[in-house]
């Protein structure tokens, strides 16, 4: 009996390799545990330290980005940085109500082009938005 095995190699090409995707957002935080500890509460992230502990990676079990948290140098002003987390939500209005029973409050929610949007600050003063533009019909 003759067994022949072929290898195929799953390599990417050049050009594959080399196209960006955005998977990681870095913030900046006076205090990484409450902030790490917000977004657990609010949208379900999980926190995992890195094995030096400087940096929390802050997971979403529904997939999407990753954020990371990172202590933020003592000359950095709360929402300094002109950043804006987009957190894709269906039910606007149910998830704020959620939010607000556990104490955090969005702004009034606004209509756009068939979705709508809510903002609010994080414990840094980092602008998140909760939005159903993902879910618009076109």
Known sequence: MFLHVIIVSKSKD???????TLSR???????????????????????KFA?????????????GAIIMVHQAGKGLKSGQA???LVF????IEGFKD?????????GVSHGADGY?????KD????????????FATK
Do not use: W
């Not at 050049?14 to 960006?20: A, G, N, V």
């Not at 894709?88 to 039910?91: A, L, N, P, S």
């Open 116 to 120: 709508s949007f809510a903002n609010a």
């Open 14 to 20: 050049t050009e594959e390799r080399m196209r960006p």
């Open 51 to 63: 094995p030096d502990g400087r940096i929390a990676e802050l997971v979403s079990p529904h997939g």
């Open 25 to 47: 957002i870095m913030l900046y935080a006076k205090d990484v545990q409450a902030t790490c500890a917000f977004y657990e509460r609010h949208f379900g992230f999980e926190c």
């Open 82 to 84: 002109s950043v804006k």
């Open 123 to 134: 414990p840094d003063g980092n602008s998140i938005s909760i939005s159903s533009r993902g």
């Open 98 to 106: 959620q939010c607000a029973r556990r104490g955090l409050e969005f």
């Open 88 to 91: 894709d939500i269906e039910d």
